[in-house]
């Protein structure tokens, strides 16, 4: 299911990923203030569910922590969401494959990339791996308030 050239990865710094040396699918989701998420491929606005900002006894913790997983999760839309997603990705991969793209970056965004992206970010690439995607995790924003 995945997506970017090779040449493209190295140009970023990045190296190819091979098992047995062959490309395997792999996958890399980013957490990010949306306007800031623009070196993706796919882009997610997770900005449409309740944020975990404005709950005090949330506000201190990251999309890292329980507590903010389970409230994010908790909200209707949020399975949804993923549910939705990781069709739309396995669909895209088809035509990736096809165009011989074995690398793709996922970004999901929310206002301050602490909080839903986080959460749904690392909750799409368990998805991905259970998926039998090697899947790497970047939380950009993570610490910079």
């Excluded at 965004?109 to 839903?116: E, I, S, W």
Aim: with cysteine; aromatic share 6%; charged share 25%.
């Amino acid at each position: 299911m995945l997506f970017r050239s090779s040449r493209s990865l190295q140009q970023g710094g990045n190296a190819v990923f091979q098992v047995a040396g062959t490309l395997t699918e792999k996958a890399k989701t980013v957490a990010a203030r949306l306007l800031e998420a623009n070196d993706a491929d796919v882009v997610l606005d997770a900005r449409f569910l309740p944020n975990p900002h404005w709950v005090d006894e949330l506000r201190p913790l990251s999309g890292l922590d329980g507590p903010v997983n389970d409230f994010v999760l908790e909200q209707p839309q949020a399975r949804e969401f993923l549910d939705r997603a990781t069709a739309l990705l396995d669909l895209m991969s088809i035509g990736y494959l096809q165009e011989g793209k074995r690398y793709v970056t996922i970004a999901i965004g929310c206002t301050g990339g602490k909080h839903r992206s986080v959460s749904l970010a690392e909750n799409l690439a368990a998805r991905l791996v259970r998926q039998g995607v090697e899947t790497l995790v970047v939380h950009r924003d993570l610490g910079r308030e």
